[in-house]
């Protein structure tokens, strides 16, 4: 091999944390195997269903679509007017308003994907704050340092949770903040946190976003499961309170779990400025970054976004099929919790104060393997269980098995 060769004195690149659990439950033979690890919504069948709204909206746009033509950089108008109107939207008002606060000091952009936003983001400060660390809590998901590190940007790792990872601990987040220097930014999930489940209160969240603020530090707000943990309302209150500062912020959203548009890879950044210009002024560069990565975003699941949100009777039916998977998600909660008692595995009752999709069940790696190898069971690092893959049938097989490795 020549000593030029791009493959010349390396290993292979260590596989993704979570992909890799994933492709291990696809290569088990076993009939009975049960797959927590993947982060996406599945119904009580095992499947990730395409919304009837979508498909409604797909069907429209199939016999109205007239051409494949790129988008603009910053996306589609259509989709990112939708977008706003869903992040921003006022408390007890009408479709289409927004948070007074939002209505001009907000500019957005089309992203692939809730990682796009993020990785846009990270970069926006890459290019406007040089020598900015980027602080994020333990645990996050794992791709959240990933990004960081290869945009070459000092990752800081601090504490958030209790060591036993079932509620918040305030004490150490305000430390961190306390620590950053001005200028620095902070990753922060808007609700729904994967992968532990925890979410500060609106009081917290108000206190978090003020002293963020008077601390200089730039808040990038990873809003990845609006809808999924107490309503599309409530679960921004983590914005609300951001905005109240009048402070700068990113706000990273993503269609993936919402509209189950898991592969039209569809998000947007929202950047919020001290003021109109401001928040110009950063989208600008904004720009310039997204025209050396990805140039234009995918247009089809933008389009199927703002047909849906755009059509009042589309609206409502999507609205309530949100509704339906965030109760099934709370329910799975529940009753697994309960089964987890009744099969000898302890007190699991602080499952019922988390919220979304996930939570940790702080699982060794060893448990995790006895999991795989003896139950056909599947999780993540610390035993990350995806509560929507769960199902009346699977939850007392999974149920004992958690009790059985950690007897």
């Known amino acids: 091999m020549s000593e030029g060769a791009l493959s010349a004195r390396i290993s292979d690149a260590p596989g993704d944390p979570i992909f890799g659990i994933v492709e291990l439950h696809r290569a088990d033979a076993r009939p009975h195997k049960i797959n927590l690890a993947a982060g996406v919504y599945m119904d009580e069948q095992g499947v990730t269903p395409i919304l009837p709204s979508v498909r409604t909206a797909e069907e429209r746009l199939l016999a109205s679509t007239t051409s494949k033509l790129y988008m603009p950089i910053s996306g589609d108008p259509a989709y990112l007017a939708a977008a706003k109107s869903l992040l921003f939207r006022t408390v007890g008002g009408a479709w289409g308003e927004i948070e007074p606060a939002a209505t001009d000091c907000v ?127 409530e679960d921004a209150a ?35 400025g001290a003021d109109a210009a401001a928040a110009s002024s950063i989208a600008s560069h904004a720009r310039m970054a997204v025209r050396t990565m990805w140039s234009n975003p995918p247009a ?79 999780l993540v690092a610390r035993g990350r269980i995806n509560m929507a893959g769960l199902s009346a049938a699977k939850i007392p097989i999974v149920a004992k098995a958690v009790a059985s490795v950690l007897a």
């Open 300 to 378: 089809h699941g933008g389009a199927i976004v703002s047909t849906i949100l755009g059509d009042a009777t589309l609206r409502a039916q999507w609205e309530g099929e949100v509704s339906a998977m965030r109760t099934r998600i709370t329910e799975s909660r529940t009753t697994f919790a309960a089964a987890l008692t009744a099969a000898g595995a302890g007190d699991f009752s602080y499952l019922l104060d988390h919220h979304g999709m996930f939570s940790l069940l702080g699982l060794t790696d060893d448990q995790l393997k006895r999991l795989r190898d003896e139950h056909a069971v599947y």
């Open 107 to 233: 500019q957005m952009i089309h992203t692939p994907g809730g990682t796009g936003a993020v990785r846009l983001a990270v970069d926006v400060v890459s290019r406007l704050r040089p020598g900015a660390e980027i602080w994020v809590g333990e645990p996050t998901w794992p791709n959240h340092t990933q990004i960081i590190e290869s945009s070459r940007i000092t990752a800081r790792r601090h504490d958030w949770i209790t060591d036993d990872a079932r509620s918040l601990n305030t004490s150490a987040l305000f430390d961190a903040i306390a620590a950053a220097k001005g200028g620095d930014a902070m990753i922060l999930h808007g609700a729904c946190h994967n992968p532990t489940g925890i979410d500060p209160t609106p009081e917290q969240w108000g206190e978090i976003a003020k002293q963020i603020a008077h601390r200089g530090i730039l808040p990038i707000l990873d809003f990845a499961y609006q809808g999924f943990g107490d309503g599309l309302i």
């Open 238 to 272: 983590s914005l609300r309170a951001f905005l109240a500062t009048g402070s700068e912020a990113l706000v990273a959203s993503s269609s993936s779990k919402n509209f189950a548009l898991y592969n039209e890879r569809v998000g947007s950044l929202a950047i919020i």
